[in-house]
């Protein structure tokens, strides 16, 4: 199992450009999250989704918006790029939220936005 | 509202010192505590877990163990190794809760 990838590992946005990051996992995981990592500070999370065709809004949506049509994919958009989201963007998956249940990150992607 | 927080780094040790990182968190309710440890270029990944109170979690050497009476989870291991080297964020989540609360994260560099 390659477990949870993401794409591109590395990306420079100018403002206002747009840009889609992907996100896959193969272990059929229901749950999906979308996190922002910024320097010295813990994990934001933006969007979560609990299953294909069903998402919401984390802490910090505003400027992205997420798709999930099938169980394995869960793409973060980002429209009319802005300085404030220069960040590590980490994508996760998780089998369920029982008690304890541990959630399994991608490499995560840097994006810088000048 | 709830909240996690790690003691700040960067931590500096030598090959085969005893490690501490604090963590002590603040819960409306009665939370699993998780820690993560994040390697140079890689996302995290989870080194141990505890589910309820008095839970000792393990795992590569490294304990902690989930202390109710004073809010804390500290990671502890006897000896580190200079691949211990990483940032480790202590975390907590609720039973069907979507938000994992995450502590800033503590950097540990190790010298051999």
């Known amino acids: 199992n390659a477990g949870v990838t993401q794409t591109p590992k590395f990306r420079i946005l100018k403002i206002g450009q747009s840009m889609t990051l992907q996100c896959t996992q193969d272990m059929n995981h229901n749950y999906m999250y979308w996190y922002r990592q910024d320097p010295g500070m813990g994990l934001k999370l933006i969007y979560y989704s609990v299953g294909a065709g069903i998402t919401d809004k984390g802490e910090v949506p505003n400027g992205y918006n997420v798709s999930r049509s099938t169980t394995e994919d869960f793409p973060l958009r980002l429209e009319l790029a802005a300085p404030s989201q220069t960040s590590v963007y980490f994508c996760a998956s998780s089998y369920n939220q029982d008690r304890g249940a541990e959630q399994y990150f991608g490499p995560g992607t840097r994006l810088t936005v000048t | ?112």
């Open chain 2, 1 to 112: 509202g709830d909240s996690v927080t790690q003691m700040e780094g960067p931590v500096t040790l030598s090959e085969e010192a005893f490690l501490t990182i604090n963590c002590t968190y603040t819960a409306t309710g009665y939370p699993s505590l998780f820690w993560y440890v994040q390697y140079p270029g890689e996302g995290l990944q989870l080194l141990l877990k505890a589910t309820k109170a008095d839970d000792k979690g393990s795992n590569k050497g490294f304990e902690a163990t989930y202390r109710k009476e004073t809010t804390s989870f500290h990671l502890e291991k006897g000896s580190v190794q200079v691949s211990d080297s990483a940032v480790y964020f202590c975390a907590l989540s609720y039973t069907g809760g979507f938000k994992t609360i995450f502590g800033a994260g503590t950097r540990l560099f190790v010298k051999a």
